[in-house]
Every structure is written in C-alpha cells, then in structure tokens.
Nanobody, 122 residues
Framework: QVQLVESGGGLVQPGGSLRLSCAVS????????MSWYRQGPGKERQLVAS???????YHADAVKGRFFISRDNAKNTVDLQMNSLNIEDTAVYYC????????????????WGQGTQVTVSS
C-alpha cells in the first residue's frame, strides 16, 4: 500500500520561509511525477509545482521565483522550499504522485498525502 507522509508545515510570518517534505513508501517503483498541490480556504485544490524523475520541473506562475521543488529518487522523497511567503500562500499543502508524462496535466494523481497546513500570518 502506497503511503505519502508530508511534514514541515506551520505558522510563519509574511516574508518568511518554510520547507515541506514528502516521503513515499510502500511502492516497489518510483512514480515519474511528484507534485505539490495546495487548497486555500474556500478554493479548489491547485497545482503548485511538479518534478519528474529526470529532474524536469514545473512551477505555477503564482509561486515561480519564490518556491522550488526538488526530489531525491533514491529516498523517494520530494521537497518544496518556500521563500518570501505571503498571506495568499496560506493553504493545506498536499503531496501527490502519478505516472505518465510530466506535462500530461489530464493524468490524475494516483496517490495523495494527508496534507500539511501552512499559515502565513503576522
């Protein structure tokens, strides 16, 4: 059974930084695409960043230049470094994995983590 466990969320002041981590276990093979999504209050879940097994990255426009996704294929982990956080970044952040091509955006996430709360507030 595949399990994804996120960590690293919390409360941070505007302009601060946080680093989220997601560990994938229970899979004999690694998933090609590992991603971070977020769901803010009253909003739909949206893609924040993705990275494939070859290191190709995608960052949503809202976080480009502030967030950076990375992965360790040997450890089956994916991290999200978040800098210059603002109030609009407040959300529950979810780790998700899937197979398929990096830009096959219609491909659904096959496994989700439980989510970790990030709150940006002064």
């Amino acid at each position: 059974q595949v399990q994804l466990v996120e960590s690293g969320g919390g409360l941070v002041q505007p302009g601060g930084s946080l680093r989220l981590s997601c560990a994938v276990s229970g899979s004999v093979v690694s998933f090609n695409v590992m991603s971070w999504y977020r769901q803010g209050p009253g909003k739909e879940r949206q893609l924040v960043a993705s990275i494939n097994s070859g290191g190709l990255r995608y960052h949503a426009d809202a976080v480009k230049g502030r967030f950076f996704i990375s992965r360790d294929n040997a450890k089956n982990t994916v991290d999200l470094q978040m800098n210059s956080l603002n109030i609009e970044d407040t959300a529950v952040y979810y780790c998700g994995v899937r197979d398929g091509a990096m830009y096959d955006w219609k491909r659904e996430v096959s496994n989700w983590g439980q989510g970790t709360q990030v709150t940006v507030s002064s």
